[in-house]
């Protein structure tokens, strides 16, 4: 391999000697294709001997009235065979399709997941995985299939990386003998803040499948996160700049009540319950999904009496009507570029839609709100809410709160 590359290059530099108009950029360039061209007859050379597979497949279209799902192997040799492949299930899906039960839509996601389904049972599907000790990747693959397969994931690519790069984290060492000083150094040096607590807990997970109780690994602290948030009166001066209505009682809606944008789109009329708190039980997706709230648990949330009128108008606002707001700017830009005109020379009133949560928070401190209750109906627990609001400096507002509840005039 390496004298036949020498003698590509030779014979390559003998005939760029013979021109009498040389051009370096060419040359240069000759010489980037070259390689480039070495590189991928290597790289031919090391997957020649592996078998490769590839499941696709075929939707109606002209002359073809149904589903079909192929398998595409290229087999030893450089041969390639395509086959069909035959399944019940496929089989009711084309059947529902052919009577116009179901849509295109619909059953192009149903093949897929068949797909999906096909490459976990092949064993020649494992995916590749960059562990380079083996069994580091056996302990990831035999908790991934014990515990995580059992449980309820809302993202399951996610969740299935995230172990993966714990694993990976500590790199030739081996997950069942590295010392916990080892294991702790591979953490620090890797991972910082919010990213080292979240890998410090997988790794702990699979250390503990292992038998490895003992092995206590140490999160990073948390820092005290300093928010920007608006008071009523520049709220206020915000929403003066807001042309629609709809758009309104959406802002209004959040800064009042504290709910995320997804909890907000989850929301109907009977949900506001007569003793001023909003019943939270399920949120809407960037997608138009409606799953679970964040904590996988319903709420109360108390509004405050200035967004209950925001609220009849968003909930009993025609889809026609939702549908002007882009949902993803929404989440992104809504809320920014409305203080940008309000504020247009004081950066730290740029707020994202997110950050109407802490307005709320903020406002019931003020109001002489503990903290374990703001958490209740932010639906957080009292450590994020005290990684945000501890700290917070004083306003009149709070120290009038002070005077009320001890009695001072």
């Not at 679970?292 to 009128?309: D, M």
Request: aromatic residues 10%; proline residues 2%.
């Amino acid at each position: 391999m390496a004298a036949w590359v020498g003698n590509s290059t030779q014979a390559f530099l003998c005939r760029n000697d013979t021109s009498t108009n040389l051009r370096f950029p060419s040359i240069f360039t000759q010489l980037r294709t070259t390689f480039k061209t070495l590189r991928r007859r290597y790289r031919v050379m090391e997957i020649k001997d592996k078998e490769l597979i590839r499941y696709s497949y075929k939707g109606p279209g002209y002359g073809r009235k149904s589903f079909t799902i192929y398998l595409d192997v290229k087999v030893r040799g450089g041969k390639r065979s395509c086959k069909k492949i035959e399944d019940e299930r496929l089989i009711a899906i084309n059947k529902s399709f052919q009577i116009a039960a179901q849509t295109h839509e619909q059953c192009v996601v149903q093949v897929k997941e068949i797909i999906k389904d096909l490459y976990k049972k092949d064993p020649r599907c494992r995916k590749r995985i960059n562990i380079h000790n083996e069994e580091n990747w056996k302990v990831f693959e035999d908790y991934w299939e014990q515990v995580y397969s059992f449980r309820y994931l809302v993202n399951e690519y996610c969740a299935k990386n995230e172990l993966k790069k714990a694993i990976e984290t500590i790199g030739q060492l081996s997950i069942y003998s590295a010392s916990r000083e080892e294991i702790q150094s591979c953490l620090d040096k890797k991972y910082k803040g919010n990213s080292q607590r979240r890998m410090t807990a997988r790794l702990t997970q699979l250390l503990k499948f292992c038998g490895r109780d003992n092995v206590k690994l140490r999160k990073q602290p948390k820092d005290i996160t300093k928010v920007s948030y608006l008071n009523e009166g520049e709220f206020k001066k915000v929403l003066a700049n807001v042309p629609s209505q709809i758009e309104q009682s959406l802002l209004r809606l959040c800064y009042y009540s504290g709910l995320r944008i997804g909890e907000a789109y989850a929301l109907e009329p009977h949900h506001l319950l007569p003793n001023g708190t909003i019943r939270v039980t399920g949120q809407v997706d960037r997608k138009g999904v409606r799953r679970q709230t964040k904590t996988k648990k319903p709420r109360l949330a108390y509004i405050f009496p200035e967004g209950v009128e925001a609220f009849k108008y968003w909930t009993q606002a025609s889809s026609k009507e939702r549908s002007t707001i882009d949902r993803d700017e929404s989440s992104r830009e809504l809320m920014k570029k409305y203080c940008k005109i309000a504020f247009p020379k004081d950066s730290t009133k740029y707020l994202t839609f997110h950050a109407l949560r802490h307005c709320y928070a903020i406002n019931l401190l003020n109001k002489g709100i503990s903290m374990s209750l703001v958490a209740q109906s932010l639906g957080n627990t009292l450590s994020v809410c005290q990684q945000y609001y501890v700290g917070f400096e004083l306003t009149n507002d709070s120290i009038e709160a002070i005077h009320a509840i001890v009695g001072r005039k």
